[in-house]
């Protein structure tokens, strides 16, 4: 009998290829899980992960094969963030954000593919768009993708500040980028700027900034609740030089990548919450096995047997189905094809998604913590790693809250937030 792959729990109808790296990502498991705690309590991203996903092929799962990469689309990130969050999360989201970045390339050719760009526009669009592939794929490089900050926006997800100034010979960037996993492991950074003198979307523009590069320096690392080992303290460059071609400056072009993708705003979004469906699982398993593994001393049945412990199994396993439907479903509604609703139906499910995902998620961790008492809630264990890593969940990108209330606007004013805005100061 074929062995039940951990992706399998979130797709039981993985087509050939999509097993077969599927088990590249499976064979990587024992490493993250070997090294979770450790990096937990040191909160650092153990850095030979980044060797042990480079020779796994994992570092371009999600780019064609053309580029060096294995061909997989969101499905097959999904299951690899999913299966990887029931080993490590915070190297589960680095992973992640490493992922995301090949949507700057992948766009960028589709976009030229449907006639988005003009014939003066395609060679700069084609020349980043490949080179952010060929990072990935052919040398296997791991990247740091920057586009947060610390200043916010009531008006859309990401408010750009940061400032690209033309030079002679490329650009001169300036500004902070609060957070992206890999700072100081990856060996580049993909940063989101704004060009000067542009005070909308339209001037928003990518860069790769060598992360050694003089002006390039590593912000503060912070003691956070949960995901530690994500590296994601964030950068601040300071008149950073980038050569033009490592630039993807034209004024458009980056709002033209995001009118390519399906999804909310340059896709892959559902592959970060199902690092958190991932934990979920993580924790929901540690409390059956270890319920099941101790025993009641006067019948000598096992603990998960009595009434109040199969109540909240029963209640974990309903909230694990719930997330992992909602999940399976905005995947499909953003890999399907043809596709079965538009871009703005699409990201209205998107919005709910999340929210109930990651509160779902919770509920299992905290019902986990309630199967397992008090005998494990040290820093160090399981179920007090995974109720710590959800939580930062119910606040990242978006709170559900948030979430419903721009779906509930889309449905009644037919109006979507803005995805990006920029700093007019």
Not at 15 to 20: C, G, M
Not at 91 to 109: E, V
Not at 166 to 171: A, D, I, L, R, V
Not at 203 to 227: I, N, Q, Y
Request: hydrophobic letters at 40%.
């Amino acid at each position: 009998m074929t062995k039940k792959l951990t992706a399998e729990f979130l797709f039981d109808d993985l087509t050939p290829a999509e097993r077969a790296r599927a088990e590249q990502v499976e064979s990587v498991l024992p490493e993250l899980r070997a090294h979770a705690e450790e990096s937990d309590r040191t909160r650092t991203f153990y850095e030979p992960h980044r060797e042990t996903f480079k020779e796994a092929g994992l570092l371009g799962l999600v780019i064609p094969e053309e580029y060096g990469g294995l061909g997989g689309g969101l499905r097959d990130l999904a299951a690899a963030t999913f299966a990887m969050g029931t080993a490590c999360p915070s190297t589960a989201l680095a992973y992640f954000f490493h992922c995301s970045s090949s949507s700057r390339g992948i766009l960028a050719l589709d976009a030229i593919e449907e006639g988005i760009f003009t014939e003066e526009e395609i060679p700069e669009v084609k020349s980043f768009g490949e080179k952010v592939l060929h990072k990935m794929g052919t040398k296997g490089e791991l990247l740091g993708n920057f586009a947060s900050e610390t200043a916010k926006s009531s008006k859309s997800s990401v408010f750009i500040a940061t400032e690209a100034e033309e030079t002679e010979g490329g650009w001169l960037l300036s500004g902070v980028k609060s957070f992206g996993c890999n700072t100081g492991v990856a060996n580049s950074y993909l940063v989101a700027a704004k060009l000067k003198g542009y005070d909308t979307a339209e001037g928003l523009a990518l860069f790769f900034v060598d992360k050694d590069a003089d002006g390039v320096s590593e912000r503060p690392t912070w003691d956070a609740l949960g995901m530690r080992a994500t590296a994601s303290h964030g950068i601040e460059m300071d008149k950073v030089f980038v050569p033009d071609e490592d630039a993807l400056a034209i004024p458009g072009a980056f709002v033209k990548l995001m009118q390519s993708s399906r999804g909310a705003l340059l896709g892959n979004q559902p592959a970060i919450a199902a690092i958190y469906l991932g934990a979920a699982k993580q924790a929901y398993d540690f409390a059956l096995n270890y319920t099941m593994g101790i025993k009641f001393h006067d019948t000598g049945k096992p603990v998960a047997s009595s009434p109040f412990h199969q109540e909240l199994i029963g209640k974990m396993t309903t909230e694990m189905e719930t997330a992992r439907l909602w999940l399976t479903r905005q995947i499909q509604l953003e890999s399907c094809d043809p596709p079965i609703k538009d871009k703005a139906e699409t990201i209205q499910n998107w919005r709910l998604t999340k929210g109930v995902i990651t509160e779902s998620a919770f509920e299992v961790a905290k019902l986990a913590l309630k199967m397992c008492g008090t005998s494990n809630t040290t820093n160090s264990g399981v179920i007090s790693r995974m109720l710590r890593d959800i939580t930062m969940s119910l606040i990242m990108a978006f709170p559900a809250e948030r979430g419903r209330l721009e779906a509930a606007k889309t449905i009644v004013e037919g109006r979507e937030s803005a995805a990006f805005t920029v700093s007019t100061k």
